[in-house]
Protein backbone atom coordinates (compact mmCIF):
# COMPACT_ATOMS: atom_id res chain seq x y z
CA UNK A 1 0.00 0.00 0.00
CA UNK A 2 1.32 3.53 -0.61
CA UNK A 3 -0.12 6.16 1.34
CA UNK A 4 0.81 10.19 0.59
CA UNK A 5 1.57 12.72 2.29
CA UNK A 6 -1.17 14.98 0.92
CA UNK A 7 -4.55 14.79 -0.55
CA UNK A 8 -4.92 17.82 -3.14
CA UNK A 9 -6.35 15.91 -5.56
CA UNK A 10 -8.99 14.37 -3.65
CA UNK A 11 -10.23 17.54 -2.16
CA UNK A 12 -10.52 18.86 -5.42
CA UNK A 13 -12.35 16.34 -7.18
CA UNK A 14 -14.72 16.35 -3.67
CA UNK A 15 -15.74 20.13 -4.64
CA UNK A 16 -14.79 20.77 -8.18
CA UNK A 17 -18.20 21.98 -9.21
CA UNK A 18 -18.04 24.44 -7.02
CA UNK A 19 -14.35 25.41 -7.44
CA UNK A 20 -14.79 24.97 -11.15
CA UNK A 21 -17.99 27.48 -11.07
CA UNK A 22 -15.98 29.67 -8.87
CA UNK A 23 -13.13 29.70 -11.21
CA UNK A 24 -15.62 30.68 -14.22
CA UNK A 25 -17.51 32.87 -12.38
CA UNK A 26 -13.71 34.88 -12.83
CA UNK A 27 -13.20 34.10 -15.87
CA UNK A 28 -15.91 35.31 -17.35
CA UNK A 29 -15.76 38.44 -15.36
CA UNK A 30 -12.66 39.95 -17.11
CA UNK A 31 -11.62 40.91 -13.40
CA UNK A 32 -8.89 39.01 -12.19
CA UNK A 33 -7.21 41.78 -9.66
CA UNK A 34 -8.41 43.32 -7.14
CA UNK A 35 -11.90 42.48 -8.26
CA UNK A 36 -15.43 41.32 -6.72
CA UNK A 37 -14.19 37.79 -6.06
CA UNK A 38 -11.46 39.05 -3.83
CA UNK A 39 -13.64 41.19 -2.11
CA UNK A 40 -16.18 38.30 -1.60
CA UNK A 41 -13.16 36.43 -0.35
CA UNK A 42 -12.18 39.02 2.00
CA UNK A 43 -15.86 39.59 3.58
CA UNK A 44 -16.40 35.64 4.14
CA UNK A 45 -12.77 35.22 6.27
CA UNK A 46 -13.33 38.23 8.00
CA UNK A 47 -16.76 37.19 8.65
CA UNK A 48 -14.75 33.30 9.53
CA UNK A 49 -13.20 34.90 12.00
CA UNK A 50 -15.27 37.06 13.72
CA UNK A 51 -12.65 40.71 13.13
CA UNK A 52 -13.83 43.47 11.08
CA UNK A 53 -10.96 43.03 8.23
CA UNK A 54 -9.43 40.38 6.02
CA UNK A 55 -6.84 41.40 3.57
CA UNK A 56 -5.60 39.24 0.88
CA UNK A 57 -2.21 38.87 0.32
CA UNK A 58 0.22 37.06 -1.79
CA UNK A 59 1.48 34.23 0.05
CA UNK A 60 1.79 33.85 4.28
CA UNK A 61 4.99 35.33 4.60
CA UNK A 62 3.89 38.50 3.07
CA UNK A 63 1.32 38.60 5.48
CA UNK A 64 3.66 38.46 8.48
CA UNK A 65 5.65 41.19 7.17
CA UNK A 66 3.37 43.56 6.19
CA UNK A 67 1.48 42.95 9.62
CA UNK A 68 4.69 44.43 11.01
CA UNK A 69 5.44 47.24 8.83
CA UNK A 70 1.63 48.54 9.14
CA UNK A 71 2.38 48.06 12.99
CA UNK A 72 5.44 50.46 12.50
CA UNK A 73 8.15 48.04 13.33
CA UNK A 74 11.36 47.69 11.82
CA UNK A 75 15.16 48.73 11.93
CA UNK A 76 16.31 48.24 15.76
CA UNK A 77 12.88 46.63 17.02
CA UNK A 78 12.98 43.21 18.15
CA UNK A 79 10.58 40.70 17.92
CA UNK A 80 10.44 37.13 19.73
CA UNK A 81 9.26 33.88 18.28
CA UNK A 82 9.93 30.25 18.94
CA UNK A 83 13.12 28.67 17.49
CA UNK A 84 10.93 25.52 16.49
CA UNK A 85 9.02 27.15 13.28
CA UNK A 86 8.92 26.72 9.46
CA UNK A 87 11.62 29.50 8.79
CA UNK A 88 9.23 31.91 6.86
CA UNK A 89 8.24 32.82 10.83
CA UNK A 90 12.13 34.75 11.20
CA UNK A 91 12.50 35.53 7.73
CA UNK A 92 9.22 37.82 7.32
CA UNK A 93 10.94 39.42 11.08
CA UNK A 94 14.06 40.00 8.79
CA UNK A 95 12.47 40.52 5.77
CA UNK A 96 10.80 43.63 7.68
CA UNK A 97 14.47 44.80 8.64
CA UNK A 98 13.73 43.73 12.51
CA UNK A 99 15.92 41.67 14.61
CA UNK A 100 14.26 38.19 15.56
CA UNK A 101 14.58 37.12 18.88
CA UNK A 102 14.23 33.41 19.18
CA UNK A 103 12.91 31.17 22.41
CA UNK A 104 12.32 28.04 23.44
CA UNK A 105 9.36 26.15 22.98
CA UNK A 106 6.90 24.32 25.31
CA UNK A 107 8.01 20.93 25.42
CA UNK A 108 4.64 19.26 25.50
CA UNK A 109 2.78 21.86 22.56
CA UNK A 110 5.55 22.78 20.81
CA UNK A 111 4.20 26.32 20.70
CA UNK A 112 6.30 29.02 21.96
CA UNK A 113 6.88 28.76 25.93
CA UNK A 114 5.02 31.98 27.40
CA UNK A 115 7.04 31.13 30.47
CA UNK A 116 10.63 32.24 28.60
CA UNK A 117 8.85 35.64 26.77
CA UNK A 118 8.96 37.63 29.64
CA UNK A 119 12.75 37.18 30.15
CA UNK A 120 13.54 37.97 26.65
CA UNK A 121 11.98 40.92 26.89
CA UNK A 122 14.35 44.36 26.39
CA UNK A 123 13.14 47.88 25.94
CA UNK A 124 13.85 47.20 22.09
CA UNK A 125 11.17 44.50 21.98
CA UNK A 126 8.04 45.61 20.05
CA UNK A 127 5.85 42.36 19.15
CA UNK A 128 5.67 38.88 20.35
CA UNK A 129 4.39 36.01 17.22
CA UNK A 130 3.36 32.89 18.36
CA UNK A 131 3.03 29.94 16.10
CA UNK A 132 0.33 28.12 16.51
CA UNK A 133 2.66 25.46 15.32
CA UNK A 134 0.91 21.98 13.61
CA UNK A 135 -2.51 22.94 13.54
CA UNK A 136 -2.52 23.83 17.55
CA UNK A 137 -3.43 27.18 19.46
CA UNK A 138 -0.47 28.42 21.95
CA UNK A 139 -1.41 29.66 24.83
CA UNK A 140 -3.09 33.35 23.54
CA UNK A 141 -4.43 33.73 27.20
CA UNK A 142 -1.01 33.72 28.66
CA UNK A 143 0.68 35.67 25.88
CA UNK A 144 -1.69 38.25 25.95
CA UNK A 145 -0.99 39.26 29.44
CA UNK A 146 2.40 39.39 28.74
CA UNK A 147 2.02 41.77 26.12
CA UNK A 148 -0.42 44.02 27.57
CA UNK A 149 2.13 44.30 30.48
CA UNK A 150 4.87 45.21 28.53
CA UNK A 151 2.85 47.44 25.79
CA UNK A 152 3.68 44.93 22.97
CA UNK A 153 2.19 43.92 19.44
CA UNK A 154 0.92 40.78 19.16
CA UNK A 155 0.80 38.90 15.93
CA UNK A 156 -0.48 35.41 15.65
CA UNK A 157 1.52 33.49 12.57
CA UNK A 158 -1.80 31.28 11.99
CA UNK A 159 -0.36 29.99 8.80
CA UNK A 160 -1.31 25.89 9.95
CA UNK A 161 -3.79 26.84 12.28
CA UNK A 162 -7.25 28.22 10.52
CA UNK A 163 -10.43 27.23 12.33
CA UNK A 164 -8.23 26.44 15.69
CA UNK A 165 -9.40 27.92 18.98
CA UNK A 166 -8.92 28.38 22.41
CA UNK A 167 -10.74 28.49 25.64
CA UNK A 168 -13.75 31.05 25.16
CA UNK A 169 -11.86 33.06 22.04
CA UNK A 170 -10.82 32.60 18.28
CA UNK A 171 -7.75 33.29 16.43
CA UNK A 172 -7.52 36.70 15.70
CA UNK A 173 -9.18 37.65 19.05
CA UNK A 174 -7.00 38.17 21.30
CA UNK A 175 -3.83 39.47 19.02
CA UNK A 176 -3.22 43.12 16.91
CA UNK A 177 -3.09 40.74 13.64
CA UNK A 178 -3.45 36.93 12.81
CA UNK A 179 -1.81 35.95 9.79
CA UNK A 180 -2.07 33.18 7.16
CA UNK A 181 -0.95 31.18 4.28
CA UNK A 182 -3.17 29.59 1.54
CA UNK A 183 -0.27 27.30 -0.30
CA UNK A 184 -1.90 24.11 -1.20
CA UNK A 185 -0.57 22.45 1.59
CA UNK A 186 -1.89 24.19 4.59
CA UNK A 187 -5.71 23.36 5.79
CA UNK A 188 -6.86 26.11 3.52
CA UNK A 189 -5.13 26.08 0.92
CA UNK A 190 -5.12 27.07 -3.22
CA UNK A 191 -3.77 25.42 -6.18
CA UNK A 192 0.00 27.69 -5.75
CA UNK A 193 0.52 30.78 -3.18
CA UNK A 194 -1.65 32.55 -1.76
CA UNK A 195 -2.20 34.56 2.29
CA UNK A 196 -4.25 36.64 4.19
CA UNK A 197 -4.31 38.77 7.31
CA UNK A 198 -7.29 39.39 10.20
CA UNK A 199 -7.53 42.54 12.21
CA UNK A 200 -9.92 44.06 13.74
CA UNK A 201 -7.55 47.64 13.55
CA UNK A 202 -8.56 49.56 10.83
CA UNK A 203 -5.47 51.39 10.33
CA UNK A 204 -3.63 48.21 9.97
CA UNK A 205 -6.54 47.12 7.39
CA UNK A 206 -5.75 50.69 5.30
CA UNK A 207 -2.33 50.41 5.47
CA UNK A 208 -1.63 46.70 4.29
CA UNK A 209 -4.27 47.30 1.43
CA UNK A 210 -1.96 50.30 0.32
CA UNK A 211 1.21 48.37 0.75
CA UNK A 212 0.09 45.55 -1.21
CA UNK A 213 -0.67 47.20 -4.31
CA UNK A 214 2.32 49.23 -4.54
CA UNK A 215 1.30 51.90 -2.11
CA UNK A 216 -1.71 53.14 -3.69
CA UNK A 217 -5.11 53.02 -3.05
CA UNK A 218 -6.40 55.48 -6.16
CA UNK A 219 -5.37 55.37 -9.41
CA UNK A 220 -1.69 57.10 -9.86
CA UNK A 221 -1.27 57.59 -6.51
CA UNK A 222 1.41 56.36 -4.53
CA UNK A 223 3.73 56.07 -0.99
CA UNK A 224 6.25 53.37 -0.92
CA UNK A 225 4.83 49.59 -0.95
CA UNK A 226 4.70 46.73 -2.91
CA UNK A 227 2.92 43.99 -5.20
CA UNK A 228 2.12 41.26 -2.80
CA UNK A 229 -1.83 40.80 -3.94
CA UNK A 230 -3.70 37.77 -3.73
CA UNK A 231 -5.79 36.62 -7.51
CA UNK A 232 -8.97 36.72 -7.66
CA UNK A 233 -8.94 33.16 -9.17
CA UNK A 234 -7.23 32.27 -6.08
CA UNK A 235 -9.92 34.00 -4.24
CA UNK A 236 -12.41 31.92 -5.92
CA UNK A 237 -10.57 29.05 -4.90
CA UNK A 238 -10.57 29.77 -1.70
CA UNK A 239 -14.09 31.01 -1.54
CA UNK A 240 -15.59 27.49 -2.46
CA UNK A 241 -13.09 25.82 -0.16
CA UNK A 242 -13.81 27.91 3.05
CA UNK A 243 -17.44 26.60 3.01
CA UNK A 244 -15.54 23.02 3.90
CA UNK A 245 -13.22 23.96 6.09
CA UNK A 246 -14.67 23.08 9.59
CA UNK A 247 -15.57 19.86 7.92
CA UNK A 248 -12.25 19.43 7.03
CA UNK A 249 -10.69 20.24 10.26
CA UNK A 250 -13.42 17.73 12.07
CA UNK A 251 -11.84 14.84 9.17
CA UNK A 252 -8.33 16.27 10.26
CA UNK A 253 -8.99 15.49 14.28
CA UNK A 254 -11.03 11.90 13.61
CA UNK A 255 -8.20 10.55 11.99
CA UNK A 256 -5.74 12.34 14.51
CA UNK A 257 -7.71 10.62 17.59
CA UNK A 258 -7.70 7.38 15.06
CA UNK A 259 -3.56 7.81 15.27
CA UNK A 260 -3.67 7.87 18.80
CA UNK A 261 -5.54 5.33 19.71
CA UNK A 262 -3.87 2.78 17.09
CA UNK A 263 -0.58 4.37 18.80
CA UNK A 264 -1.09 4.09 22.26
CA UNK A 265 1.45 1.55 24.05
CA UNK A 266 4.07 2.09 21.65
CA UNK A 267 7.79 2.41 23.92
CA UNK A 268 9.40 4.81 21.34
CA UNK A 269 7.59 7.65 20.45
CA UNK A 270 5.33 10.31 22.25
CA UNK A 271 2.48 11.26 20.48
CA UNK A 272 0.68 14.83 20.08
CA UNK A 273 -2.05 15.95 22.56
CA UNK A 274 -4.28 18.30 22.42
CA UNK A 275 -5.02 20.84 25.19
CA UNK A 276 -8.06 20.65 27.13
CA UNK A 277 -10.68 23.21 26.00
CA UNK A 278 -8.87 24.14 22.62
CA UNK A 279 -9.33 22.73 19.45
CA UNK A 280 -6.08 21.81 17.56
CA UNK A 281 -6.65 21.10 13.67
CA UNK A 282 -4.02 18.81 13.01
CA UNK A 283 -2.41 20.80 9.89
CA UNK A 284 0.20 18.16 11.43
CA UNK A 285 0.46 14.71 13.16
CA UNK A 286 3.98 15.24 14.69
CA UNK A 287 5.20 12.16 16.86
CA UNK A 288 8.56 12.44 18.31
CA UNK A 289 11.38 9.29 19.23
CA UNK A 290 12.39 9.14 22.53
CA UNK A 291 15.94 9.11 21.35
CA UNK A 292 17.23 11.43 18.34
CA UNK A 293 19.34 8.35 16.61
CA UNK A 294 15.91 6.42 16.30
CA UNK A 295 14.19 9.33 13.74
CA UNK A 296 15.73 9.03 10.74
CA UNK A 297 15.35 4.98 11.09
CA UNK A 298 11.75 4.89 11.47
CA UNK A 299 11.58 7.87 8.84
CA UNK A 300 13.17 5.21 6.17
CA UNK A 301 11.50 2.55 7.25
CA UNK A 302 7.84 3.95 6.96
CA UNK A 303 8.68 5.80 3.58
CA UNK A 304 10.41 2.21 2.55
CA UNK A 305 7.10 0.33 3.20
CA UNK A 306 4.85 3.18 1.20
CA UNK A 307 3.93 5.61 4.02
CA UNK A 308 4.72 9.18 2.69
CA UNK A 309 5.96 10.58 6.25
CA UNK A 310 8.04 13.68 6.75
CA UNK A 311 9.69 15.77 9.09
CA UNK A 312 8.51 19.35 10.26
CA UNK A 313 11.16 20.71 10.67
CA UNK A 314 14.33 18.90 11.04
CA UNK A 315 16.76 21.96 11.58
CA UNK A 316 15.79 25.03 13.83
CA UNK A 317 15.93 28.27 12.47
CA UNK A 318 19.17 28.86 14.55
CA UNK A 319 20.97 25.40 13.55
CA UNK A 320 20.27 26.52 10.08
CA UNK A 321 23.43 26.90 7.89
CA UNK A 322 24.77 30.70 7.72
CA UNK A 323 22.43 31.89 10.71
CA UNK A 324 21.69 34.93 10.72
CA UNK A 325 23.23 35.11 6.95
CA UNK A 326 24.09 39.05 8.88
CA UNK A 327 20.61 39.25 9.89
CA UNK A 328 19.80 41.15 13.12
CA UNK A 329 19.33 37.90 15.38
CA UNK A 330 19.55 37.03 19.09
CA UNK A 331 19.20 33.27 21.21
CA UNK A 332 17.39 34.39 24.36
CA UNK A 333 17.88 31.43 26.76
CA UNK A 334 18.40 27.74 26.14
CA UNK A 335 16.62 25.87 22.66
CA UNK A 336 16.53 22.38 24.00
CA UNK A 337 12.87 21.85 23.47
CA UNK A 338 12.96 23.32 20.05
CA UNK A 339 16.67 20.98 19.12
CA UNK A 340 14.98 17.84 20.79
CA UNK A 341 11.78 18.38 18.39
CA UNK A 342 13.87 18.91 15.55
CA UNK A 343 15.57 15.73 16.36
CA UNK A 344 13.00 13.47 16.74
CA UNK A 345 9.75 14.78 14.82
CA UNK A 346 7.93 12.46 12.17
CA UNK A 347 4.95 13.26 10.53
CA UNK A 348 2.31 11.01 9.54
CA UNK A 349 0.23 11.60 6.94
CA UNK A 350 -2.87 13.99 7.62
CA UNK A 351 -5.16 15.21 5.25
CA UNK A 352 -9.30 15.69 5.59
CA UNK A 353 -9.62 12.97 2.39
CA UNK A 354 -7.40 10.27 4.11
CA UNK A 355 -9.38 6.51 4.40
CA UNK A 356 -9.43 4.54 7.48
CA UNK A 357 -7.46 2.16 5.34
CA UNK A 358 -4.89 4.05 4.86
CA UNK A 359 -4.54 5.34 8.34
CA UNK A 360 -4.60 1.65 9.93
CA UNK A 361 -2.21 1.04 7.57
CA UNK A 362 0.39 3.86 8.58
CA UNK A 363 -0.23 2.72 12.18
CA UNK A 364 0.16 -0.76 11.39
CA UNK A 365 3.83 -0.07 10.03
CA UNK A 366 4.86 2.16 13.08
CA UNK A 367 3.66 -0.47 15.36
CA UNK A 368 5.46 -2.71 13.50
CA UNK A 369 8.79 -0.97 13.91
CA UNK A 370 7.99 -0.06 17.34
CA UNK A 371 7.60 -3.48 18.58
CA UNK A 372 10.76 -4.78 16.38
CA UNK A 373 12.39 -2.12 18.71
CA UNK A 374 11.26 -2.71 21.95
C1 LIG B 1 3.59 28.12 5.56
C2 LIG B 1 4.03 28.95 6.68
C3 LIG B 1 4.40 30.30 6.52
C4 LIG B 1 4.60 30.96 5.20
O1 LIG B 1 3.62 30.88 4.29
P1 LIG B 1 3.93 31.06 2.73
O2 LIG B 1 2.56 31.23 2.18
O3 LIG B 1 4.61 29.83 2.26
O4 LIG B 1 4.76 32.27 2.55
C5 LIG B 1 4.69 31.05 7.64
N1 LIG B 1 4.67 30.50 8.87
C6 LIG B 1 4.35 29.22 9.08
C7 LIG B 1 4.33 28.68 10.48
C8 LIG B 1 4.04 28.38 7.99
O5 LIG B 1 3.74 27.10 8.22
Known sequence: MKVEFYGHVRQYQNIQKEIDANMQEVLLSGNYVQGPMLKRFEAELAAY???????????GTD??????????????????????????TAEAIWIADATAVLIDCDPVTKCIDPAKIEAAITPKTKAIIPVH???????MIAIKKIADKHGLKLI?????AIGASGPGFRIGHLSDVATTSFIIQKNLGTFGDGG??????????????????????ARNVHSFGFNSRLDDLHAGVLSAKLKNIDAWNDNRRQWAARYTAGLQGAK?????TER????????????ETKKPEQRDVLLDFLVKNGVDAKTHYSIAIHQQAGYPWGKDARINGSLENAERNAATC?????????????????IAKVMEWDKANA
Request: proline residues 3%.
Open 156 to 160: EDNAQ
Open 49 to 59: HGTKYAVGLAN
Open 346 to 362: ISLPMFPELTAEEVDYV
Open 276 to 287: SGYRHVFHLYVI
Open 268 to 272: NFTLP
Open 133 to 139: LYGQCAD
Open 196 to 217: ALVTNNADVDARVRKLRNHGSN
Open 63 to 88: AIWLALMALGIGKGDEVITNANTFFA
